[in-house]
């Protein structure tokens, strides 16, 4: 697929963050070694482990750190989680990429989404 593709089907404009930031997804206690990039819409990080973290009773809460920015209880849904070489054992801890959606954010999530990006918007990426 062609970058141009990938930009088109695209909602929200992407901000890498080139390592900053971190999250930690509750009540899963999984922690990011770096959030890639973000949106709007969603953001992907890193992290070392395996897939089968999530649990579908529970919707997961994102907690997003940044030096700029503290976004709390986050809900979210998994898009995609995959480990960053497709060759491993999948049954062995591994560094791992996950990109999500946010979901059903409040008024004051949004705000404070809304903000942090346009920060990243005055700098370019």
Do not use: N
């Amino acid at each position: 697929m062609l970058v141009a593709d990938i930009r088109e089907r695209r909602r929200y404009r992407r901000y890498r963050l080139q390592g900053r930031g971190m999250v930690m997804v509750t009540p899963h206690l999984v922690f990011s070694y770096a959030v890639e990039d973000i949106s709007r819409g969603g953001l992907a990080f890193l992290y070392s482990g395996w897939c089968d973290w999530r649990c579908d009773q529970d919707l997961p809460r994102l907690i997003f750190v940044d030096q700029a920015c503290f976004l709390d209880k986050i809900p979210m849904r998994v898009v995609c989680d995959r480990p960053f070489d497709e060759l491993l054992d999948p049954d062995v801890p591994s560094l791992r990429r996950c990109s999500v959606e946010f979901v059903r954010l409040s008024a004051g999530q949004r705000r404070s989404l809304d903000l942090y990006l346009q920060k990243w918007e005055a700098v370019g990426d």
